[in-house]
């Protein structure tokens, strides 16, 4: 009977990945030592910090712009007629005032299309992103509620 010579390799186990996550444990744990002690320095300070009931921000943000364009084609902007130059130079500062004011266009049904786009087209020289154009839904005869097509 013929003897083994070899031997039989013994099983090892790779502890790698169990000391890269005591490794990253550590570190975790460290810099949340660290945050805490910061938080402990400025409960030390002998500030007393205003309180406040709720927070919320310190202004609303504003309502949207309405731009009405009348049947004969003026415009009317903020309790006056304008012009369209008028109008782009009054929308630049409110987008200066507010950086995401929104307009809302009520053109009326029965005057010229241009006039509209003229408004548009100053909403967007004003670099106004926010427009909405107001509309009716039509009702129709045979039901309560139809949507144009």
Partial sequence: ???????????????????????????????GTRFSELNDLEKQLPISVPEVSAG???????KQKVIHVFQDGRIHFE?????????TSKLKDAKQAYRKQGV????????????VVSVINA??????IDIAVSVRIAVDSNSERSIPR
Avoid at 56 to 62: I, Q
Avoid at 123 to 128: E, K, L, T, V
């Fill in 1 to 31: 009977m013929p003897l083994k010579t070899t031997s039989d390799e013994q099983p090892s186990l790779n502890l790698t990945p169990m000391i890269d996550i005591v490794f990253l444990l550590i570190i975790f744990f460290m810099v």
């Fill in 56 to 62: 919320t921000a310190l202004t609303a943000p504003p």
């Fill in 79 to 87: 309790d006056q007629d304008v012009n369209l130059s008028d109008l």
């Fill in 104 to 115: 809302v266009i009520r053109g009326d049904a029965s005057s010229q299309h241009q006039t």
């Fill in 123 to 128: 909403c967007r020289q004003a670099d106004i």
